[in-house]
């Protein structure tokens, strides 16, 4: 199971609702580099094995589907 860092549920909601499952996490990289740190310490503290990194958004696009 993979889980956005922009997923609505948090890393201990996903970890606590599927503890048997084997969880990654998609993580962004945050201007501000701590937010990205303790993100990848609260996966590792919650049993996730694996980082999934996305590094093809520096920037937000506006698309059609998210303005209406």
């Known amino acids: 199971m993979m889980?956005?860092?922009?997923?609505?549920?948090?890393?201990?909601?996903?970890?606590e609702a599927a503890p048997e499952?084997?969880?990654w996490?998609?993580?962004?990289?945050?201007?501000d580099r701590e937010?990205?740190?303790?993100l990848v310490r609260r996966?590792?503290?919650m049993g996730y094995k694996a980082?999934?990194?996305?590094?093809?958004?520096?920037?937000l696009g506006h698309r059609f589907d998210d303005t209406c």
């Open 3 to 15: 889980l956005s860092t922009w997923a609505t549920s948090s890393i201990e909601e996903v970890a």
């Open 21 to 23: 499952a084997l969880r």
């Open 43 to 45: 996966a590792e503290r």
């Open 35 to 38: 937010v990205t740190k303790q």
């Open 25 to 31: 996490l998609q993580l962004y990289i945050y201007k």
């Open 51 to 59: 980082i999934f990194l996305t590094a093809d958004t520096p920037y």
